[in-house]
């Protein structure tokens, strides 16, 4: 499985945009083939500030998401509204610490 991270830090005037097209977009990306999990995270301090967190079957998954036209559209509308660089990170999950 690869999780990915994405941190976007948005203008200000923008994050109601942003958010109405995630909305938008979210059950499209969630139900891409590999999709496993789909999370939406604002910083509670800087509220300008949010990460995705997915979930995909295999770097493969993650890669013909990106390089389809539902994440092209997407991403083109999201990164005009940016305030800054984002960062991603893309992780192999390991294992799970029960309680």
Known sequence: MIIRIVR???QPEKVEDFLQNFELHKKSI???????????WQDPNQKNIFLTHS??????????YRDSEL????WKFTKALFQDKPMAF??????????
């Open 90 to 99: 893309s992780s192999i999950f390991l294992q799970e610490v029960e309680k």
């Open 55 to 64: 979930q995909w079957e295999s770097e493969a998954h993650l890669n013909q």
């Open 71 to 74: 994440f092209k559209s997407v």
């Open 8 to 10: 976007m830090a948005f």
């Open 30 to 40: 969630r139900n891409f083939p590999g999709c496993q999990h789909l999370e939406l």
